[in-house]
T-cell receptor, first 110, second 115 residues
Framework: QKEVEQNSGPLSVPEGAIASLNCTYS??????FFWYRQYSGKSPELIMS????GDKEDGRFTAQLNKASQYVSLLIRDSQPSDSATYLC??????????FGGGTRLMVKP | KAGVTQTPRYLIKTRGQQVTLSCSPI?????VSWYQQTPGQGLQFLFE???????NKGNFPGRFSGRQFSNSRSEMNVSTLELGDSALYLC??????????????FGEGSRLTVL
């Protein structure tokens, strides 16, 4: 079992809708979580980080963390075709190693 | 501010050869991490260096090694290449001001093909 699990998708949403991306993790020692976006043929780029339980909003993006359920999510409001990419969830485990999930491919259809 | 620079961007090797990849982090970043990315396995952690010391190592064979220099530049080496080593090798740097790894800035990667 991977330490960080994501549904590979693709997740298809219409333009303007809310895209909901989910991630679960197995290491209860993980304290920090991150969402990276990777366009096809490009390297990952950090879009959100979350360190405590609850919600964190940044523009159209909201990250949610529930440590009791070992669950992290990313909501993208008013999805745009330019949001079409693979979204990688990552957790910093107790050994201070950043472990990535397999990624969820998001497709936003005009 | 210049980003993370990786060289070479593309390279082709044959089985049994060795390869050295280079990474220059963002100025001021002292932590450098290396990842291997393949379609089947995703992003897998290789190792992380901070102030010339390897702080963490992933689950890769000893053929994979790395080092970091005093100017924070890093190199990774793969010896006795195998077909399965074909992948995109990504370097990422981090400011690591609080000792927590996570906010990584990735380079464009070095795509290695082993024939």
């Amino acid at each position: 079992q991977k330490e960080v699990e994501q549904n590979s998708g693709p997740l298809s949403v219409p333009e303007g809708a809310i895209a909901s991306l989910n991630c679960t993790y197995s290491d209860r020692g993980s304290q920090s979580f991150f969402w990276y976006r990777q366009y096809s043929g490009k390297s990952p780029e950090l879009i959100m980080s979350i360190y405590s339980n609850g919600d964190k909003e940044d523009g159209r993006f909201t990250a949610q963390l529930n440590k009791a359920s070992q669950y992290v999510s990313l909501l993208i409001r008013d999805s745009q075709p330019s949001d079409s990419a693979t979204y990688l969830c990552a957790g910093n485990n107790a050994g201070n190693m950043l472990t990535f999930g397999g990624g969820t491919r998001l497709m936003v259809k005009p | 501010k210049a980003g993370v620079t990786q060289t070479p961007r593309y390279l082709i090797k044959t089985r049994g050869q060795q390869v050295t990849l280079s990474c220059s982090p963002i100025s001021g970043h002292r932590s450098v991490s290396w990842y291997q990315q393949t379609p089947g396995q995703g992003l897998q952690f290789l190792f992380e260096y901070f102030s010339e010391t390897q702080r963490n190592k992933g689950n890769f064979p000893g053929r994979f090694s790395g080092r970091q220099f005093s100017n924070s530049r890093s190199e990774m080496n793969v010896s006795t290449l195998e077909l399965g080593d074909s992948a995109l090798y990504l370097c990422a740097s981090s400011l690591d001001s609080g000792g927590t790894i996570g906010e990584l800035f990735f380079g464009e990667g070095s795509r290695l093909t082993v024939l």
